[in-house]
């Protein structure tokens, strides 16, 4: 029973703008990079609020999850990254549909700015069952 350290990569999200993996899986877990409002065809950030930006991150973490052969269900825990706190009742209000039960452990920071200029940033850390 070796330790494996395996990258995942999809077109389903937005690919990496620096010197990091979407995700990467060790073992059973699969730890999913920082995901921003992009959208993954257009290669642009998309369109709409802080309502808006936060599905697109859920779907872009979805997408990276699916392609470790997860599911959102599976995640234990996230870290949501902010720059406006004011923002927050909106964030939850989109993130509860991707966790609508037993959602994951979580982390809400007000930074003072991220990637392209975007208001919400996203990571999580999910677990792969063993087929």
Same mark, same amino acid.
């Given at each position: 029973n070796h330790m494996q350290k395996k990258i995942i990569s999809t077109k389903n999200s937005p690919g990496a703008? &620096? +010197? =990091? /993996?979407?995700?990467? /899986?060790?073992?059973?877990?699969?730890?999913?990079s920082g995901q921003i409002p992009i959208d993954p065809v /257009? &290669?642009? *950030? *998309? !369109? &709409? &609020? @802080? =309502?808006?930006q936060t599905r697109q991150v859920l779907e872009n973490v979805k997408g990276i999850l699916e392609a470790g052969g997860t599911l959102m269900q599976n995640v234990l825990r996230t870290t949501i990254f902010l720059t406006n706190m004011d923002d927050y009742s909106a964030v939850n209000e989109a993130y509860a549909q991707y966790f609508p039960e037993n959602p994951p452990a979580r982390s809400t920071i007000q930074v003072?700015?991220? +990637? !392209? #200029? *975007?208001? @919400?940033? @996203? #990571? %999580? @850390? %999910?677990?792969?069952?063993s087929s």
């Open positions: 703008i &620096g +010197p =990091y /993996s979407q995700a990467v /899986s060790f073992n059973n877990l699969i730890f999913v /257009s &290669g642009e *950030v *998309v !369109k &709409g &609020g @802080i =309502y808006e003072n700015r991220l +990637p !392209k #200029d *975007v208001n @919400i940033e @996203i #990571d %999580a @850390i %999910a677990f792969t069952v």
